[in-house]
C-alpha cells in the first residue's frame, strides 16, 4: 500500500470513530430544528480533510450551522471521499434562516419593465443614434434597461443578442407576470434546439455573444468547478472556452448569496476571478488601491478538486468592491489586438478582465492591454464596448468621499413590522423606493418630494448632455463617411479614428452606466463635454481634409479647359 493511500485510509478511519463517538449524531432524526433548517450534525466529522473551511467556519457566525446545511450526500462522502456531497448554491438554502433578506431579495418592482430598451426613444441611447454608432456589435439586437436581480440570468437567456433566439419562455410572453421569486431559470424557458449545442443565431435579427465569462455575473452556479480566472484545467468542468450552451443548461439560479457571504464564516467576501486579479495587480493602478478607506482584502485559496479557486476575505463590509463583482466595466468576450489586427479567442486570458479604473484612465488601459471590443461598420475605428462601470463612477463623487457606499441607498437597513427586528433590505433598487431609509437618514431637512425633485433633476441635467454627445459623434460618422466617399487618403482617417475610440468612449461609458446622472453627475458632464469636444477636432480634421480634397479634384478638372482656352 502506498504511503498516501495509508493516510486517505487513516483519515476515513479518524472520522468514523469521531462519528462513533460525537453527539448529536450525524443527521440525528430527533434534533430540534425550525421548519426548512438541517438536522443537527457534528462539523468535526469534516475539518479533517477540509483545514481551510475549519478556519473560516469554527470562529464564525455560522459555526452553530452544519455542514449537511449547505451539503446533500455527506453520509456517503464520509464513507468515500471520492462521492462528492451535493453543494446547495441556490438562495433558498439561505433563505431558511435569512428569511427578511431572502423574501426581499425577490420583491417584484412592477415599475421596471422589463425587456425595455436603451434605444428606444426616452431611453438612454435613443435610436437611431445608437445603431449608427454601435453596428455590427451584438448589442444592438436587444440592449436593455436592467430590471430586478432575480431576473438577471432569465433576461440573459431570452435576450436577442446572446444565444440567437436558442430559448423561449415556456409561456410565451406570459413569464412576465411571474412576480419574482427563487426559481429555476430551466423552469421558465424552453431550449428550442436541444440536440443541438452550437453557439449561433438560429433566427433573423438575433446574435450569439453569450459565452462563459459572461455568465460569471449572473450566477455562481459552477463556483466549484471553475478554476481561477476560468483557465482550461482538466479537473474543471467548465471554463471560458468551454460551449457556452452547455453551462448555460447548467446555470439554474440567479445572483447566488455566496456572491458577497461567505457560507463557512458569514463574513463579508468577493468570488470574483477578474476583480480579485484587478486588486492584486502589482501595478496597484486601481480605484481600490487609491481608496485609503476601502476594505481590507485577504486573498484565499481554495480548492480540493484539483484546481486552484481564490475568494478575497474583506475585514469589513464593503459594497464597491461586492457590488464591484458586476456593477463595473469588465472584458468578458473575445476582440481584436489593434497593433496587430488579429482576434482574441476565450483562450486569452484577456477576455476574462476588470479594469477597475475611471473612465478618463479606460482608453490608456484597453491600448496597453492591447484590446479592442469591435470594429465599426462605417469608419472602421477599432471600437470599446463598456459593460456598466456603476461603482467606478462612485469612487471620487461626493458621495462616496463622504463615506456613503452602494448599500446605503440601494439596501438601506428595515424595520420588520412583525419582530420589531432591523435587518438588511435585500431588495437592491433605486432609493427612490427607500427616501425615508436612504436620502432623509442624512438629509433631515429634506421632504420625499424635494429628494425626488433632485434626483429627477440631475438626471434631466445627464441625459441632456448625452443627448449632446451623441449629436456630435454622429455627426462625426457622418462626416467620416463623407470624407471617405470623397477619396481622402487613410493618412488623414486613421489618426481621426482613434479621436472616434476616444470620444465614443466618453459617450457610450455613461450610455452604458445606470444611475450615472446620480452617481458621480460632475464627472459624468465634464466626460461628456470631453466626447463633444474630440468629435468636434475629428470633424474639422475631416471637413479640411474633404474640402482640400475636392478642391484638388476642381483644379484638376479646371486645369484641362484653361488649356483649350490659351
Not at 157 to 182: C, E, H, I, N
Not at 474 to 494: H, I, P, Y
Not at 547 to 565: F, I, L, V, Y
Amino acid at each position: 500500500m502506498s504511503i498516501d493511500s495509508f493516510i486517505q485510509l487513516a483519515r476515513i478511519a479518524a472520522i468514523m470513530v469521531t462519528l462513533a463517538v460525537s453527539a448529536p449524531m450525524t443527521l440525528a432524526k430527533d434534533a430540534k430544528t425550525k421548519p426548512g433548517k438541517a438536522p443537527a450534525f457534528d462539523t468535526s466529522a469534516c475539518y479533517g480533510c477540509h483545514a481551510p473551511i475549519k478556519a473560516f467556519h469554527a470562529d464564525g457566525k455560522h459555526k452553530s450551522v452544519g455542514c449537511n446545511s449547505c451539503h446533500d450526500g455527506l453520509d456517503k462522502h464520509l464513507g468515500d471521499t471520492k462521492a462528492r456531497p451535493v453543494t446547495k448554491v441556490e438562495p433558498a438554502a439561505c433563505g431558511a434562516c435569512h428569511e427578511k433578506q431572502f423574501e426581499t431579495l425577490y420583491k417584484m418592482n412592477w415599475n421596471k419593465i422589463a425587456r425595455n430598451e436603451k434605444s428606444n426613444a426616452t431611453g438612454p441611447s435613443p435610436n437611431p443614434a445608437w445603431e449608427k454608432l454601435m453596428t455590427p456589435h451584438g448589442f444592438t439586437k436587444e440592449h436593455n434597461v436592467p430590471r430586478s436581480h432575480a431576473f438577471m440570468l432569465l433576461d440573459q437567456f431570452v435576450v436577442d443578442r446572446a444565444f440567437g433566439g436558442r430559448f423561449a419562455p415556456k409561456d410565451g410572453w406570459r413569464y412576465l407576470t411571474q412576480p419574482g421569486g427563487g426559481f429555476k431559470v430551466g423552469d421558465m424557458v424552453v431550449d428550442q434546439y436541444p440536440d443541438n449545442s452550437e453557439q449561433k443565431p438560429f433566427k433573423p435579427g438575433t446574435a450569439a455573444a453569450a459565452n462563459p465569462v459572461c455568465l460569471n455575473c449572473k450566477t455562481q452556479d459552477h463556483i466549484l468547478d471553475w478554476a481561477y480566472m476560468g483557465d482550461p484545467v482538466p479537473s474543471a468542468k467548465w471554463s471560458r472556452t468551454s460551449k457556452v450552451v452547455d453551462m448555460a443548461r447548467a446555470s439554474k439560479h440567479a445572483i447566488n448569496c455566496f456572491f458577497c457571504h461567505d457560507p463557512h464564516s458569514a463574513g463579508p467576501r468577493i468570488v470574483r476571478d477578474g476583480l480579485i486579479q484587478a486588486l492584486t495587480r502589482p501595478e496597484k493602478d486601481t480605484l481600490w488601491n487609491k481608496d485609503e478607506r476601502g476594505a481590507k482584502i485577504e486573498v484565499k485559496d481554495l480548492g480540493v478538486r484539483g484546481h486552484t479557486r481564490k475568494i478575497a476575505l474583506l475585514d469589513r463590509y464593503d459594497t464597491k468592491l461586492q457590488c464591484g463583482q458586476c456593477h463595473v466595466e469588465y472584458n468578458c468576450n473575445p476582440g481584436t489586438d489593434p497593433t496587430t489586427g488579429a482576434p482574441i479567442g476565450m483562450a486569452d486570458q484577456r477576455t476574462n478582465h476588470f479594469p477597475f479604473k475611471d473612465v478618463n484612465q479606460i482608453a490608456k488601459h484597453y491600448t496597453d492591454l492591447k484590446f479592442r471590443d469591435f470594429k465599426h461598420a462605417i469608419t472602421g475605428a477599432l471600437l470599446w464596448k463598456g459593460q456598466h462601470p456603476d461603482v467606478e463612477n462612485f469612487y471620487n463623487s461626493k458621495h462616496q468621499k463622504a463615506g456613503v457606499e452602494c448599500h446605503q441607498c440601494h439596501m438601506p437597513k428595515m424595520k420588520d413590522a412583525k419582530t420589531g427586528k432591523t435587518y438588511t433590505s435585500h431588495w437592491q433598487t433605486s432609493p427612490k423606493n427607500y427616501i425615508k431609509q436612504t436620502c432623509l437618514t442624512c438629509h433631515k431637512d429634506w421632504s420625499e418630494k424635494q429628494a425626488l425633485y433632485v434626483m429627477d433633476s440631475l438626471n434631466a441635467r445627464y441625459q441632456g448632455k448625452v443627448r449632446k454627445a451623441e449629436y456630435w459623434l454622429t455627426r462625426m460618422v457622418d462626416k467620416f463617411e463623407e470624407a471617405k466617399a470623397a477619396g481622402v487618403q487613410e493618412s488623414v482617417l486613421n489618426p481621426v479614428r482613434d479621436k472616434h475610440y476616444e470620444a465614443d468612449i466618453h459617450w457610450e461609458w455613461w450610455t452604458a452606466s445606470n444611475g450615472a446622472g446620480f452617481h458621480n453627475p460632475e464627472a459624468a458632464t465634464d466626460s461628456l463635454n470631453k466626447s463633444m469636444a474630440i468629435s468636434q477636432e475629428a470633424i474639422k480634421m475631416l471637413e479640411d481634409a474633404t474640402a482640400a480634397k475636392r478642391g484638388a479634384a476642381r483644379t484638376a478638372m479646371a486645369a484641362p479647359a484653361a488649356a483649350e482656352k490659351k
